[in-house]
Each structure stands twice: as C-alpha cells, then as structure tokens.
C-alpha cells in the first residue's frame, strides 16, 4: 500500500493551496479517505474526512474554509485549502481506513509540510 501527498509548501496567509493524495495497493472506492495534520508540538488531528460513500467532515477550525474530494477513477483524494491561517501550518497526512469482517485497516502517507506565513 501506498500513499503518497503533494501539494505542500510555502503560501501568505489569506492564499490557497490544494494538496493531493494517489493511493496505490488498495481498492481506493472502498476506503475511507482522510486528511490529518500535525502541528509542532502538538498531537495529530483529523482535518477532513470523505467516506466511501461520499459524505465529507470537516474539523470545525476548517469548516468553510477547506474542502475535501476524491476521484475514484484516478485513486485520488484532494483538499482544496482556502483563506490559509497561520494555524494551518503543519504536516498534513493522508489515511486511508477500511473496514473488513469487523477488523480496522489502515494506511498513511509519508506527509506534506504547509507553512503559512502572517
């Protein structure tokens, strides 16, 4: 399994980036895809989450502001990120969570860095 993000890097506070995610070694439509984040010192927090189905969360700090999709033809998931704050910057993940026979799987990418600067 693999998942492997992009899309990071440097942007001013008020701008946009969008961050990517191609999954590879799953059956991406069955999965539950999820961005997270990790801020220096702090723990690892869902960002947003879009379900197999395609309902979508959102953590509330980033309701409004940010969006999840996926694309299921291209095993991809992005997060379309607006009106970037200073608190948005962190390492941002990629989980990939399945259920099967009442067992829990999951997967993470490596991470991409979003600094924001104010």
Request: hydrophobic share 35%; charged share 20%; aromatic share 10%.
């Amino acid at each position: 399994v693999q998942l492997v993000e992009s899309g990071g890097g440097l942007v001013q506070a008020g701008g946009s980036l969008r961050l990517s995610c191609v999954a590879s070694g799953i059956i991406f439509s069955m999965n539950d895809m999820g961005w997270y984040r990790q801020a220096p010192g702090k723990q690892r927090e869902l960002v947003a989450q879009i379900r197999s189905g395609g309902s979508t969360i959102y953590a509330d700090s980033v309701k409004g502001r940010f969006t999840i999709s996926r694309d299921n033809a291209k095993n991809t998931v992005y997060l379309q990120m607006n009106s970037l704050k200073f608190e948005d910057t962190a390492v941002y993940y990629c989980n990939a969570f399945r259920q099967i026979l009442s067992r829990n799987y999951e997967d993470w990418g490596q991470g991409t860095r979003v600094t924001v600067s104010s």
